[in-house]
């Protein structure tokens, strides 16, 4: 079978020449090769039928979705592959309401699940900032997002999905049951696995009710030090918040300048942006006087928003930290990850690079879960001089997160870009065993070759 | 190496006819094979010693803790295995007030980490029936329990492992870092494993801090049909509660006859426990008043318990349903779970197959994740009645369960006595699957072979 026979439709077919520029770019790959072909199949029988004539031709296969991955995980990197991209898979198909599940293909945007669940008094936790990735990525990444210190990542949502295995098989992992101690446990291994084992054709994800009410506080501190005893004692106290962002006011100074407006305290170096949420209003302000009185002590100024607009405000300086300092300067983004308790250890080992590499890191993150996102920022510098001095920090950067017992990546994935430092960062007999669970699935490295390890 | 050099110390290694009784009885399986030897390490080298001998020597191994296993999982079955018993490995080792980590020897049983963390202000929700069983147990049957609609099951709580491969490897399993999207979920993979893929040594649990109050409430219901709409209504409502567990009244006789008191409520056939939890007595109190205004209407009699002495006895009734049949029969006890919304479908079904196999059957379970404890009754009936009813009273059962979209264990795990259920109720590419991770780990088939599948 040739593949116009399988995607017969003009538009959903690339071949060599005519393949769209956004397939063979990406900014943190450098030089992509040639592909194969880009297929955008409408239903899971065309990926299978793509599957099995990449496996009958040994073509090596790709699966893509929203295309906003940043580890290059959906990137070509061997030359002729056929690229999969299931972005037309992109309908909501079920919301039932007995179960809380919610059946989405994987080209659903995680903003339009976000926006159709909400409009029906339900709530899908995972709330990574990029709204405009696709649920099969977020499923491939396990992201992660600024919820997850409440309701964890997207593993703790994925009730079911159904995957193409390299062989063209088709595999249903896990259930709609809420428990279950019935055989090893396929689906949580599939789940953040970037592509390298399956590819996902529909997700089953479970819902809560959304909850009725929600509250921002603002809390600034002397130091990052200071910041993260905070977010600790928040975490002991029993407060149960939604999101605790910190951010330095560093960080804070691009977004103003693009907002045009001052976040609203200027005390101290670094802040907490704290929110709960709940379905009570005195309960919800019960829980806030307990972090009033545990923080106190520790900070500088404690600001709770009753206002929804002032949180709003205070939420927007916080999303706009990149897009601020896009207007700046080129960086790189990092997802690193540690002990909760080594989070404050982390931030000042980076300011310490700043000066051995010549080059300016900023750091904000989910301090509620120990994933800073540290960025370094090229600034003027030539093309050389920044791939010398980033490659030199972030050897650095990675030798002191391992020596901290943390994680290269929180959410974002590893792909091709932290290949490395995984590696680095992983136990040989870790990295065997997972080769080897590659090999049964993909014997013929045939999925996504060349990417996580 | 002898084994006697491995495990010097008398008391801690048996041979040939010292083997102890209690590890060739068990209620669940009827004739167990003589054993090579039983070893108790206290060690995580002495378990690498025993697994590397068993290598040299050829012989299968089988991994033991508490022994309450109800599955056969534990159990000797092939002849001449040797028997790791890691019950002397039993010590807390740390509590981290910083991670909210408390890091455990497979032994220690899960009535003493209860103990143990609340008595510190920390919380660790999994709460089996058995107190008894051992936390490397729960870890191998990812054990749930009846708080698991609220916090979740075991799995949810293993923040990192350390395991013994039948190749004497060491391997470390997850991390103590919240979020990862940095390789395979190999931590997932083998929890839940019944003992498989390696023998566990060290376990870092997640705590939560402990919820200050808690109210129990009682509800009564026309029939089970009608609990469960109960049980779906309460889910919906938002009100979060810790527990939802269902029982006949049926059922209730019998603790009723044991304690010799009667349940608080004797209206309709089946009622509710519902316990709430939190940190504030009058958002509890809002809450269980959205439970009393969703599940009025659907039910005869609701009580909410404000002395906790009341819902104590409520709880105790409840938890001596087992205990005071006992008195009566002997039984066996089933743990199937189905998606939510089936749960009396599946309920309602049992009862139509006492009639036709001459088998009485009771129900309870936990209605707020799906797990229903079908008991199967023996009565007066010979050994022969018994085991040709049951058997076919269960080909029945468990077609159901598959039919409804269910599995066969929840949380007590396949081991021998659910094996071919689990076959007939997985679907082959994943029984392939599970198979073939079991090759990768385990190439000799030397771990707890003729276990799961």
Known sequence: MELQEIIKEKGRLFMGEEVPDEYLTDPYIEEIPDVYAVALPTRHEEVVELVKFAKEKELTIIARGAGTGVAGAQVPIHGQELIIDVKLMNQIIDLDEETFTLTVEPGVLVGDIHQYVEALGYFYPPDPASKHSSIGGNVATNAGGIRAVKYGVTRDYVREMTVVLPSGEEMTLGSLNIKSSSGYDLLDLFIGSEGTLGITTEIKL?????????????????????????????LASGADPSEIELFEKEAVYYAEEHLGYPLQTQLGEAYLLVTLDGNDELELKARINTIIEDVEPLSLEVLSFTDPDEARKAKLIRDNILIGLMEFTQYEMLDEVVPINKFAELIHYTKGLQEKHGLSVLNFGHSGDGNVHTILMRGDLTDEEWQTRRKALLDDLYKKVKELGGLPSAEHGIGTVKKSYLAQMTDDVNLHYMRKIKEVFDPENRLNPGKLF
């Open 206 to 234: 479970r819902l809560l009710p959304l909850p009725e009410v929600e509250q921002t506080m603002l809390i600034s501190f002397e130091d990052v030090f200071k910041a993260t005893e905070g977010a600790l004692a928040i």
